[in-house]
Each structure stands twice: as structure tokens, then as C-alpha cells.
């Protein structure tokens, strides 16, 4: 970070604050030798490289990069080291080391994950526009476009205050700048990693603010962005940090584990590797093991840990369908624990991490974890966005750059609905909270659409969020849902390998009730939600009479009588043939009493020229004529057609819903909506809103229904509005 960029020219010895060992990691096959980034950016500064050779001081960076890309072009990096070594000359960083070694080894992290040139030539110059006298244009004319979009993306998340002060619409734009490219916080995460690794050198005071703002913002994003190789070394560096006893409680645990004699995870890793041999499958199976976060967590969960918990074996194939062989094997010839069965394979994360979850025991009792993946899930697992290479094909000149904004067809869609709800949130402070809501959001579930179509949302997310992931600000039209085939209100909450189809109405005035925000968890319902009520405000009258009809038509869902939902209830339901004396105004009929014709009627003005008709004797007209409300006069029209809800009580009995739609079918009455309550002792609540050619038949097809067997009576609806 630039914050650390200092001048002096041999600045004193300063010893750490907190000294945080590497987490436990699984062995390389070709494990290179560690860097000694200080020395090799000393002696970066005896003078300029050869222009006909790579510097010696980013031969490493090379190396890792090449094991990547093996044909990849290091002429850009060669030029940006010299570039950045040259600017940087004379700077040094609080930890006494100069301050070139910072973008040598945020390069270095960033190559390891297999980063591709463009993203590492940007990150060799990430801090050269804001510490040293390189411009923007320089960096442009130098080495392109694409590179100078990077670093500029990269200067701007340098000057966001992350703490509590942060000024929204500042990080608002700088999440604007990383969703358009996600490189830009690839190489941002990388940064606060080497910064957090050499973090000793500050005060504890500052230590543990910035610890602060990694753990809230910065590691969530890691997740999200699927780099989990980074994500994993930030929570055990802040967790050092902010959680010194419980950080050395848990480096102990794993001393003592690394220092017993038996070894669990290999005997069983062995076992693995010959099922697989005998079963003909090619596979690499490894021990990663558990890092310091890991370990604490199941600790906490299961008390005292043995061998088995202090890792996870990993097995590596070629092919998908390899997989699930691997699967099939470990399931016949070992002891599966099918409770931790999960297929990510099947159903992707929403940070494109792909793997099956499996775990087998032991004879002992141990437990052990087993992930398969093929090579290329295990690239992207561990590097998330990183491992996509350059996501953007080369645009055409008219699609090159403009206003800030690209198309990237592989980034991951939680960026992609970041930014469509950071566009539609009506002010920052909103954008802000939802969005630390959503960060708190770690764990994501799977609906599936009718179509086979899958929708990522949050643990704990109703109907309401799936409307509005599937259909965006249309989704005011929904009138609800089907879960697994049965009808469910917007309320229910959805569970993992759910089937959600939404019933949307027709009629384009739809409104949202201003009770969906109540059950509305992702940013994207809820900042769709807000933007349209702060759209259409209303008094605190109108607001309790809406809210009254909302409950009252609250079940309202079910599909028509000709096979497709039909708009009803609340904000769509239909003017029928009430007229008002009042031109140009929209009549609504009341969802708490649904008059019809003969009934006597009254009305009341609500905002946008909206009259609702009421019943005279509905409990809601003396509550408005209590409030003052100035009645308006309303009466039937020639029409004779109405739409009317009924309620039925019934006793429970096999058939019962069927004969009761069969009598209402058979009355030429239409069903707009229906639900059915829970049995209650033996006792079922059934609401039909029912479309009538004629008023007058209403009291024929009451008695129709009361006909049925088991239904001991029917009604028309009414909701009595609670007194103010």
C-alpha cells in the first residue's frame, strides 16, 4: 500500500508487534526456494537493468509466471520493472526494506495464482501514479490501454478509507471500478496480503483497525471473487491479529498434532490411493491441511480434535465424470458419511467454485473429509477470478473502453449483481448498508426454476428474493410462488434444492407491497423495493389503509383457470364496474371487505388518484371517517361482471380442494386465486378469489360451495383493519 511509501534514506531497526507463522500448507511437487525480496530489492537499487535481459530481481516472478504461461511474452514486465524500480528508487517501506520489494512480491502472489501478463505488468506499477511522478498517460503510452485502466482501477481502491468513517458513495464508486474489472481487486487483494504479512511494524492500535477492515471487507470480497488462496492466509493473519489467545491456543493444537507419531490422514490417504489403483482410476490424492481459522472452527464445533480433524484429503482428476467414479469408489469400498455429501459439480458456488464433498470413517471413529475436483476445478478453487486468465476478449475499437464500463462474460455473479443493484440503490447510505449485509451473507443456496434454470441466494432468502434474482424490478408484478409444486406465500422461506416457480400477474400498475421488506434479505429485492416506494410516497393514512388491503389479500396466488397465473388482490385487483364521481380518477375495490354488486358502497381517496370502494359496513370506513378521511361518491356501473373473495371452512378429507373447484368450475365462476390453510384440528381454511360473469350469481355459487361435503360454511371476506 502506498501509506507504507517512506523517504529516509536508512530508516532504524523496528521489531514487530505480532509475528504470525504461515499457515500449514499442503507440499508442491516442485517447491521453489523462498525469495529474499529485501536482498533482491537492494540490490535493485545499484543501478538500472540491462535493456537487452530481464532483471535479475524478477527472475522468480518469471519463473512462476512461465509454469503458467509457458509461452507467455516477458518483454511488459521487464519494461514495468524497470519503470517501477526507477520511480520507486529512494523510497523505502516502515519495515526498513526499499520500497521496490512491495510490488516485486504483490506480483510474485499474484504470478503463483497464475495471474496472466497484463494483470502482472499492472501490478509491478499499482503504486507508480500515486507515489511517484509516472502519470496515468505515461503508463498508457507505454504499455496500452488495458494496463493503464488496471493501475488507474488500482490508485482509486488506494484512496478508500475502509473504516467505519468510510464515505459510502466513495466505496459505492470504487466497487463500481472493481465490478467492471475484476483484475482490479485481484491485484487490490494481493496487495493488502503483503501488507498484512509485514503488518508488524505498526502500532497495535493500527494493526488491529486495518485487521478490522480485512476481516469486514476485504476477505468477504476474496470469497466472493473465489481466491481462496489469498482468503484463507488474510483470515489467519487477522485472526493473529485480533485474536492472539485463541490464534496461539490453535498454533499449539496444531504443533502437538504435527509431533504425534500416528498419522490418520496418510494411513487413510493410502487406503484411498488403492481403491482407486484397483479400480483403474487415475487420480492424485493429497493432505491439505486445516489452516489456523479451520482448525479453531472445528474445535469450537467438536470439542476435542483427533488426528483426522487437523486436515482434509484432496483427490485431483482428469476428467468430470472422473469425479463422480472417485465417488461411486470411496462410497462401495469405504464407510461414507452421507450427511456431508455435497456436489458443487452439479451446482457451482456462486464464486465459480466447483468440487464434491464427501467424507468416509475410520474403524476408530475419526471422520475424515474428502474433496474431488478435477485439475482445472482446483486451479479456479484456489484462484477464483485469478485463474480465468484475461476474461475480455480484445474489443474492437468502438467497444474498447468507454465511460468506464466493459462486458466481462465470465465474471462471477455476485459481481454481476453488484452491479445492477449498486445502479438501482436510491442513495448511498442504502447501497452501504445492503451491501455489509450482504458480505455478512457467507453461506449461499441453490432453487431451481421449473426450466431446469438455477438462481445463488443467500441462506435464509424467501420467494421475494427469488422474484427479484429471476426477474429484476418486474418482479412487483409477482403474486406468488410454488415451491415444490405446492403454493406458498412470498413469505416462505427457501432451502437448498428448492423448486420455485413465481406467479407474476398481468397487470402492468402492479405494485409491491410494503411488506416484502420484511422478507426480503438480498440487495437486490430490498434496493428494488425502497427505490419504488421512495418513488411513490404515501401519507401514513394511505400507507395503513394499503397495508390493511395487502394483508388482506395476501394470499393471492394460485393459477387461473386457464392453466396461467392471473394478476389478483392488493395493488392489481380490478376496478370491476364501480364508478366515482371524480374524473380521471382509477377506482381499486378494497381487498379488506370485496364489494360487488348490489352491495352498498363508499370510497376513499388514497395517493395518485387512486379511489378504493368499500363496503359501507367494512370496519375500515369508520376507521377513515374516524381519521377525518372525506368520503368520495362511488356507485355501480352497468356492468354486472365483479370479482369477489369467499372463505371456506371445511373439515379435513381426501378430495376436498378438488370437489370444491369442481362445484366452483361448474357455477361459470373464474378462480383468480386460492389458497388453503394448514389443518387446524381437523379443521381447513380455504380463500378463493373468484372472477363472476355476473353479480347475481353470487349467492347460488355460496351455496354450491356449502354443498360440498365437509365444507360447513362460506363467506365473503372480511379483514377487520386494527383501530389506529
Known amino acids: 500500500m502506498s501509506a507504507e511509501a517512506t523517504n529516509p534514506a536508512t530508516p532504524g531497526p523496528v521489531t514487530p508487534t505480532v509475528a504470525v507463522p504461515a499457515a500449514p500448507v499442503a507440499p508442491r511437487k516442485r517447491a521453489r526456494p523462498r525469495i529474499d525480496l529485501r536482498r533482491l530489492g537492494r540490490a535493485a537499487l545499484l543501478g538500472p537493468a540491462s535493456r537487452d535481459r530481464l532483471p535479475d530481481a524478477i527472475s522468480h516472478v518469471a519463473e512462476a509466471h512461465r509454469a503458467h504461461h509457458p509461452d507467455a511474452d516477458l518483454e511488459p514486465l521487464r519494461r514495468a520493472y524497470v519503470l517501477a524500480e526507477s520511480s520507486h528508487r529512494g523510497q523505502m517501506r516502515k519495515s526498513g526494506e526499499p520500497y521496490i520489494t512491495h510490488p516485486l512480491a504483490v506480483t510474485l502472489i499474484l504470478a503463483e495464482l497464475g495471474a496472466e501478463t497484463t494483470t502482472l505488468t499492472a501490478s509491478l506499477l499499482h503504486d507508480t501514479v500515486e507515489d511517484t511522478e509516472v502519470t496515468l498517460d505515461q503508463v498508457r503510452d507505454e504499455f496500452g490501454e488495458e494496463v493503464r485502466y488496471l493501475v488507474d482501477g488500482v490508485t482509486k481502491l488506494e484512496k478508500v478509507d475502509y473504516g467505519a468513517a468510510a464515505e459510502p458513495e466513495t466505496f459505492r464508486k470504487m466497487l463500481v471500478a472493481t465490478g467492471s474489472d475484476v483484475r482490479v481487486m485481484s491485484i487490490k487483494l494481493a496487495d493488502r496480503l503483503h501488507n498484512m504479512r509485514t503488518l508488524g511494524v505498526m502500532r497495535p492500535e493500527k494493526q488491529a483497525r486495518i485487521a478490522k477492515v480485512t476481516r469486514d471487507v476485504l476477505i468477504p470480497l476474496a470469497e466472493r471473487l473465489g481466491v481462496q488462496a489469498l482468503k484463507t492466509e488474510l483470515e489467519d493473519l487477522v485472526f493473529a491479529i485480533l485474536h492472539p489467545e485463541e490464534y496461539r491456543h490453535t498454533r499449539e493444537l496444531i504443533s502437538e498434532d504435527a509431533a504425534r507419531p500416528d498419522a490418520p490422514l496418510a494411513e487413510i490417504a493410502d487406503e484411498v490411493r488403492g481403491v482407486l489403483r484397483e479400480a483403474d482410476i487415475q487420480a492424485e490424492v493429497l493432505i491439505r491441511p486445516r489452516h489456523f481459522v479451520s482448525v479453531h472452527r472445528v474445535a469450537r464445533k467438536r470439542g476435542r480434535l483427533?488426528?483426522?480433524?487437523?486436515?482434509?484429503?484432496?483427490?485431483?482428476?482428469?476428467?468430470?465424470?472422473?469425479?463422480?467414479?472417485?465417488?461411486?469408489?470411496?462410497?462401495?469400498?469405504?464407510?461414507?458419511?452421507?450427511?456431508?455429501?455435497?456436489?458443487?459439480?452439479?451446482?457451482?458456488?456462486?464464486?465459480?467454485?466447483?468440487?464434491?464433498?464427501?467424507?468416509?470413517?475410520?474403524?476408530?471413529?475419526?471422520?475424515?473429509?474428502?474433496?474431488?475436483?478435477?485439475?482445472?476445478?482446483?486451479?479456479?478453487?484456489?484462484?477464483?477470478?485469478?485463474?480465468?486468465?484475461?476474461?475480455?476478449?480484445p474489443p474492437a475499437e468502438e467497444q474498447a473502453v468507454s465511460d468506464g464500463e466493459r462486458v466481462d462474460p465470465t465474471r462471477p455473479g455476485w459481481l454481476s449483481r453488484l452491479l445492477d443493484w449498486q445502479e438501482a440503490a436510491p442513495d448511498p447510505d442504502t447501497f452501504w448498508s445492503t451491501l455489509r449485509e450482504d458480505l455478512a451473507q457467507d453461506r449461499e443456496i441453490a432453487v431451481f426454476r421449473p426450466d431446469g434454470g438455477a438462481l445463488g441466494l443467500p441462506e435464509g432468502a424467501s420467494c421475494v428474493d427469488a422474484a427479484y434474482a429471476q426477474y429484476g424490478e418486474d418482479a412487483h408484478a409477482c403474486i406468488g410462488a410454488r415451491v415444490n409444486g405446492r403454493l406458498a406465500t412470498l413469505s416462505t422461506v427457501l432451502k437448498d434444492g428448492d423448486t420455485v416457480q413465481l406467479l407474476m400477474g398481468q397487470d402492468p400498475a402492479s405494485e409491491p407491497s410494503r411488506k416484502w421488506l420484511e422478507h426480503a434479505h438480498t440487495p437486490a429485492a430490498r434496493i428494488a423495493i425502497q427505490r419504488w416506494l421512495a418513488a411513490h410516497p404515501v401519507s401514513e393514512e394511505d400507507d395503513t389503509e394499503l397495508r390493511d388491503e395487502a394483508d388482506a389479500g395476501s394470499a393471492r396466488t394460485a393459477p387461473g383457470a386457464s392453466g396461467g397465473p392471473v394478476a389478483a388482490g392488493g395493488a392489481s385487483r380490478p376496478a370491476a364496474s364501480a364508478v366515482v364521481d371524480l374524473p380521471g380518477a382509477t377506482v381499486r375495490l378494497a381487498g379488506c371487505c370485496t364489494p360487488v354488486p348490489p352491495d352498498e358502497i363508499t370510497g376513499f381517496a388514497v395517493r395518485g388518484g387512486v379511489v378504493t370502494v368499500h363496503r359501507v359496513e367494512c370496519a375500515g370506513v369508520t376507521r377513515m371517517k374516524d381519521a377525518g378521511r372525506p368520503e368520495m361518491g362511488v356507485h355501480w356501473g352497468d356492468t354486472t361482471a365483479c370479482r369477489v373473495t369467499l372463505v371456506a371452512e371445511s373439515f379435513g378429507r381426501p378430495h376436498l380442494l378438488a370437489d370444491l373447484t369442481e362445484a366452483i368450475a361448474q357455477e361459470g365462476a373464474e378462480i383468480v386465486s386460492a389458497t388453503v390453510e394448514p389443518p387446524s384440528q381437523q379443521r381447513v381454511r380455504h380463500t378463493y378469489t373468484l372472477q363472476l360473469a355476473d353479480a347475481a350469481h353470487l349467492p347460488a355459487l355460496m351455496r354450491a360451495m356449502r354443498n360440498v361435503p365437509g365444507v360447513f360454511d362460506v363467506s365473503r371476506a372480511q379483514h377487520h383493519a386494527p383501530a389506529i
Do not use: W
Request: glycine share 8%.
Open 306 to 393: 483427533r488426528g483426522a480433524d487437523f486436515g482434509r484429503l484432496l483427490v485431483l482428476v482428469n476428467e468430470d465424470a472422473d469425479c463422480y467414479a472417485v465417488l461411486g469408489e470411496l462410497h462401495t469400498c469405504m464407510t461414507p458419511v452421507v450427511s456431508e455429501f455435497k456436489d458443487f459439480i452439479a451446482v457451482p458456488k456462486f464464486n465459480l467454485y466447483q468440487s464434491l464433498h464427501t467424507a468416509v470413517a475410520r474403524g476408530d471413529g475419526q471422520v475424515v473429509e474428502v474433496l474431488i475436483r478435477t485439475h482445472q476445478m482446483h486451479k479456479v478453487a484456489e484462484a477464483g477470478v485469478v485463474a480465468l486468465g484475461n476474461p475480455y476478449a
